[in-house]
């Protein structure tokens, strides 16, 4: 999982300082300020998730759903941040609607890496060990 997981968390990575640029200097007087805004939060949400993503493939071995989560993460920032950037480049607001789709994959993987925490099923019960 590692090579391919660091390759999908490198891409989100690469792509985010890509759009966050675009949207800094190509689009800074091309937007409303609200739309640039808009934007703005779908380059955020996008390289902090990539960052996250490399968390995941860097201890993908550790971790029982590695591939989840990182499949989770990938498809939630292609969703809430591409419908955001979307929106922004657009002006069609009804793309908005798509957006919580995308924010409730962040959140599962999310709650996905926090179970992580939890002991497997069927081991004894116990505080995690650190």
């Known amino acids: 999982m590692k090579r391919g997981a660091i390759g999908v ?15 800094a200097h190509g689009l800074r007087g091309r937007l409303s300020p609200s739309l640039l805004e808009i934007y703005r939060t779908g380059a955020l949400y996008h390289l902090i998730h990539a960052v996250a993503a490399l968390a995941v493939a860097l201890g993908g071995e550790r971790l029982r759903r590695g591939r989840l989560i990182l499949g989770l993460f990938a498809t ?5 941040s591409g419908s955001l950037y979307a929106l922004a480049l657009t002006g069609v607001s009804t793309l908005g609607a798509v957006t919580p789709v995308g ?9 996905l890496v926090a179970a992580e925490a939890l002991p497997p099923r069927g081991s004894p019960s116990g505080p995690p060990s650190t």
């Open 103 to 111: 924010g409730l994959l962040l959140l599962a993987a999310w709650a």
């Open 76 to 80: 939630g920032v292609v969703v809430f």
């Open 9 to 23: 968390a490198g891409a989100l990575g690469f792509s985010a300082v890509a759009l966050g640029a675009f949207g």
